[in-house]
């Protein structure tokens, strides 16, 4: 199914390109789709789609907003496999929608992207387009600061990027973001990113992924040209790490990093990275890097309350144009509670819903269409009370040893797998949780974490129970 490509080859059919050519890299990739999707899904988000291909960009363009948030939450692996597979391309795949690129006021500058009406093929951009420049930097323009709702589970670390691009602070090299999964951690760097394009365009910004670092340093080394990667990231003025956590255990990318970041702050370069856990937490990683994170501002966000929850529902809606009664909003922003990601999910859900479907939207109807999304909102309702309990019955200790200052083998190995369970399965920071086992340190629930992940790996029946605890937890 493959078919190679040249760099001119693919360069210019980014421009050239007709959606029914199945010769095309968008005609491979399509006909690779519908092979995985079926003809009716690919015909109803992916019809009239294009393939935009530059150097370190690749982008497919969809008809709407709705589409492009539909394809992002349910078809985005598809897609990167259909793309690695037929053009062996294994640059991530962004997003755009047709809107977006038609309306410049849905962005402060001309979007980057032209489609012409009578042949629908996607021009070059400009090169003096700010949109064109926030691209090339590894950006994406959706992501930006218009769209982003603050709360108070983020307002710090939203003030924090406002200080970034307004020059007011220079202490806060490095930033270090943490939190969850799917709590807006890289929206709120890659509108920083775009900020600091927009007050100035000659500002040289770089966005990329750990996995990425690690890829292009991995490349770099196979093809001798380390002197070109090391140019390429260290002469940047804001560099922006995504997920730095998946440098652990790479000792080599970790070391090429560690003289980046000195080099970028020795210049006076502004660093900027997310994790989704504090510095001293990830395991396997240099100490070195983790004492130079925490000379600098770290911020977390938490879990956002009801009230944002909405706000950022009817900012989607209004993005997408599309009408959703009001309780359907309030159900979805009552009921997801866990992850941004899986509440604009589960919107997406309900105004295609109201797009496609006659009847209209119902509580009913809706708890139907949400049934695994609060399926899993319910398993995952687990607290430290809980785990308690629950790992207290397993050793048989009684549920008091939990807290108190005894130290036998039998109970200090419960106490520990349950600060651990309690950090692998709720929110709770490491002082909450010391905090509920006794008023003991952070440093004393670290040290149980590492000790009960040591034992997965070396003690067959540690695993089993902490396996067991877990799905019994998840009940």
Request: aromatic share 6%.
């Amino acid at each position: 199914m493959r078919k190679s490509f040249s760099p001119a080859e693919l360069h210019q059919s980014s421009h050239t390109e007709q959606n029914n050519d199945n010769s095309s890299p968008w005609g491979l990739v399509a006909k690779y789709l519908q092979g995985e999707l079926g003809n009716e899904t690919f015909e109803r988000w992916f019809k009239g789609a294009e393939l935009i291909l530059n150097e370190d960009l690749c982008e497919v363009v969809l008809e709407s907003d709705t589409h492009l948030l539909w394809v992002e939450t349910n078809f985005s692996f598809e897609l990167q496999k259909a793309v690695s597979a037929t053009l062996d391309i294994h640059t991530p795949v962004s997003l755009s929608h047709r809107t977006l690129i038609e309306n410049p006021s849905r962005s402060k500058e001309s979007s980057s992207l032209v489609v012409s009406k009578e042949s629908n093929v996607a021009e070059a951009p400009l090169e003096k387009d700010v949109s064109a420049i926030i691209k090339r930097s590894g950006l994406n323009p959706i992501k930006s600061f218009d769209n982003y709702v603050v709360g108070t589970n983020n307002q710090f670390a939203h003030a924090a990027c406002h200080a970034i691009v307004s020059g007011s602070n220079r202490g806060y090299n490095p930033l270090f973001v943490h939190c969850p999964p799917g709590l807006g951690k890289t929206h709120l760097v890659q509108a920083l990113g775009q900020e600091i394009l927009r007050a100035n365009s000659k500002k040289k910004v770089c966005y990329l992924t750990g996995e990425k670092f690690t890829n292009k340093y991995i490349e770099a080394v196979r093809k001798g040209t380390t002197d070109t990667f090391r140019k390429r990231y260290r002469k940047v003025d804001v560099l922006i790490l995504d997920d730095i956590q998946f440098l652990a255990g790479k000792g080599k990318s970790q070391e090429e990093f560690f003289h980046t970041f000195n080099t970028l702050l020795e210049t006076q370069g502004q660093v900027v990275l997310t994790s989704d856990r504090p510095a001293n937490e990830i395991q396997t990683f240099d100490s070195r890097l983790s004492s130079r994170f925490e000379a600098g501002l770290t911020v977390s966000l938490a879990q956002p309350d009801f009230e944002t929850r909405a706000a950022i529902l009817q900012c989607m809606l209004k993005e997408m144009n599309v009408k959703v009664p009001n309780e359907a909003v309030h159900f979805i922003a009552e009921k997801v509670k866990t992850n941004v990601r899986r509440l604009e999910g589960a919107l997406v859900r309900a105004a295609t819903h109201c797009s496609l479907a006659p009847d209209a939207l119902t509580i009913p109807t809706l708890e139907g269409i949400l049934a695994d999304i609060l399926r899993q909102e319910n398993t995952q309702r687990v607290t430290i009370d809980r785990i308690q309990k629950e790992v207290a019955e397993h050793f048989d200790i009684r549920l008091a040893d939990m807290t108190s200052r005894k130290r036998p083998a039998n109970i200090a190995r419960a106490r520990q797998i349950a600060m651990y369970l309690s950090r692998e399965m709720t929110p709770n920071s490491l002082v909450d949780i010391g905090e509920n086992f006794g008023g003991r340190d952070h440093g004393t629930v670290i040290h149980a974490c590492k000790k009960v992940q040591g034992g997965l790996i070396t003690d067959d029946y540690m695993k089993g129970e902490v396996q067991f605890l877990k799905t019994k937890l998840l009940r």
